[in-house]
Each structure stands twice: as C-alpha cells, then as structure tokens.
C-alpha cells in the first residue's frame, strides 16, 4: 500500500472528524508536507477533504466520479472490474479504447470507462450523446470460449444485467426491448453495443460496450433524442450515485456471464422474459435486408425473437430493431 493509500484509510476510519497533520505524519511516518502534498493530490482525484491550519484534515466523502479504488472497494466480483480499470477523462469512444487494448492482448475483465466521449458509438452508426458528469460509459473485454453463432446471447444477458439493477436501485418499471434497448416509459435510458472479432468457429475477444443515462436532465438531451430519450434523474428526480450503479451492474453482470456461459440462454430466458413487456406486442422489426410486420409469441432458448406475421407464417428473428 502505498501512503497515499494509507493516508485515505486513516481519513475514511475518520469521517466527518478532524485528525491532526501531526498524527498522520507519525502514524504515517512521512514529513507534514508529505501528508500535505498527498491530500492535495486526493482532492484533485475527487476525495472531498477540509483542511484548517489549527484542526488538520476532515475527510466528509467522495465526488461521484470514478476512481478505480472506489469502484472495487466493496466490489464482490471476481473477473469484472477485478481487473484493470483504464478510465479516462475524456475519449473518442471507450469501444474504440477497448478493441485496441483487446487486440494488444488485454485480459477478460478489463473495464475501459470514461466521463465524456466524443464520438461515443451506438448501433448502426448512430452516435451516443456522452455529456461529462451525468453517465456511465463503459466497456467489458470479454474472452469467453464459445463459437460466433453464440454471441448474441451476450447482449441479451448484459440487458438482464443493466436492467435488473437499474430496478432494484431506482424502483422504475424497467424494460428490456429486445435485443439491447433498456426503456422506461418507452424511453431509452441504456444501450449495448457488442462487438467482436472472431474466426470461423471461435470468438477471439468480444467487447461489451454500455451507456447508462443515469442523472442527465431531459432539457440536456440534444434535439434529434429528446422525445425518445431518458434518464433515471429524468424519471424519478433521484440523483444515483453512478459508482454505486456501475457496481451494481458489475456483479449482476458476473452472475449472469457465468451462468451464460454454463447454460446458455435458456438458463436466463426466465430473467429476460421477467425484463420484457414486448411479448404479445404488435412490431414492426427492421432487419438488414427487410422490413416484417407482426406479433412477438416469444424469446426462444438461443435468444431469438419468434414472430407471427399476418399470414400466420412463424419467424425467428435473429436481428433487428425493434419498433414499437
Ligand atoms: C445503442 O443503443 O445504440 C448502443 C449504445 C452504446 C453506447 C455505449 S457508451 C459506452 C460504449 N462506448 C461506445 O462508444 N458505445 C458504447
């Protein structure tokens, strides 16, 4: 540990009350311009701390920002988030970031976050707005061994695992709309993008990338997204602590992965279906080279969407976007 570390675990044991810059030399055994020099630091990294000439330092708690020590403290996981957390402050798209350390060999677990991006990617070249201060933007290094044609599973299991927490911290009717919107009141207020390299009959690395609008104010939104798009502030009027979110998802994320990874979907169709209200509903689904009409019967056990068009005739739609 170092003594920055050191320093802070005195601070926290110590919240809210004033510790002297002379114990915490002794106790720390550097000089008080070292413990000093290491406060300033904590402040620029978010850590809320007073300090006062005759009293010393008080530390009161910590910005909502992400610091890799505070995400993991407290964080039962094993791969996700266990590994390196690689945050930036600003970012082209924490995907782009991601796929390159991928191919450098970066190991399952790697978590790339970021406060802002500036060309943050959604589906089918869409952009995702990533305003500082307000999100979560992040993406998942995955090596899981399993063949292409499994992939898709993984989207629908990181909707399971957004949306459940999303449920359980907020209370508000989250909805999965199939395969990777999670709404609220029809609006958007998360989406996944995974992608992949892979050869014929396995997966090289897949990359889980995530955008959680967490605490964005409707009038924040940009013109082209604001009827359709939303946030848990937007809501509920309750500010969530995104680090208290993005750890929720993490460790819902881990069950699910391994329990994907050992069952398949079929073991998570019930949470999935649980998530859902598109079952029964009436779409109009636009997949890549068409256009169909129909009612959803079902989410089958390998995660495709089964359609009754107007003739009667079954699809299984493998994907697509869904409207509603
Ligand atoms: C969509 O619904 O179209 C997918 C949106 C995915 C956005 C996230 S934000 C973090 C990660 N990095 C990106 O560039 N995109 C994903």
């Known amino acids: ?37 290491h406060i300033r630091k904590l402040r620029d990294h978010g ?9 010393g330092y008080c530390f009161y708690g910590v910005k909502d920002i992400f610091i890799a020590a505070e995400i993991q403290e407290d964080l039962d996981t094993r791969i996700f988030g266990k590994q390196e957390i690689i945050y930036f402050d600003e970012v082209d798209s924490t995907n782009a970031q991601a796929r390159l350390m991928a191919a450098q060999g970066a190991p399952e677990g790697t978590l790339v976050l970021a406060e802002k991006q500036i060309s943050g990617k959604g589906r089918k070249g869409r952009t ?31 909707a399971i695992a957004a ?19 999670i709404l609220v009141n029809k609006n958007k207020l998360a989406g996944i993008l995974t992608e992949i390299s892979t050869d014929m009959d396995a997966v090289d690395y897949i990359i889980v990338g995530i955008g959680l609008n967490v605490n964005t104010p409707s009038e924040a939104f940009p013109e082209h997204v604001k009827s359709i798009a939303t946030s848990v502030f937007a809501e509920s009027g309750m500010t969530l602590s995104r680090v208290k979110l993005l750890r929720a998802f993490l460790r819902q994320y881990e069950a699910c992965y391994i ?3 050992r069952e ?4 998570l169709r019930r949470r999935w279906k649980n998530m859902t209200d ?5 779409v109009t689904i636009e997949e890549i080279d068409t256009t169909r009409a129909g009612r959803v019967v079902d989410v089958d056990n390998d995660g495709t969407l089964v359609l009754r068009d107007d003739t009667g005739r ?9 409207i509603l």
């Open 163 to 181: 949306a459940e927490s999303l449920s359980a911290l907020t209370k508000l009717p989250v909805k999965i709309k199939w395969p990777n919107d």
């Open 278 to 282: 598109i079952i029964g509903k009436n």
């Open 314 to 322: 079954m699809h299984r739609i493998f994907s697509g976007d869904v």
């Open 264 to 267: 398949g979907f079929a073991g």
């Open 47 to 55: 850590y809320q701390i007073s300090s006062s000439t005759k009293k």
């Open 1 to 37: 540990m170092t003594t920055k570390d050191n320093l802070l675990l005195y601070l926290k044991k110590n919240k809210n009350s004033w510790i002297s810059g002379e114990y915490l030399s002794q106790e720390l055994l550097v000089s008080r311009a070292a413990v000093n020099k």
């Open 259 to 261: 329990q994907f990874k």
């Open 128 to 158: 995702w707005f990533s305003p500082p201060g307000y999100g979560i933007y992040a993406s998942l290094i995955l090596r899981p061994a399993m063949p292409p044609s499994d992939v898709p599973g993984i989207t629908l299991i990181t």
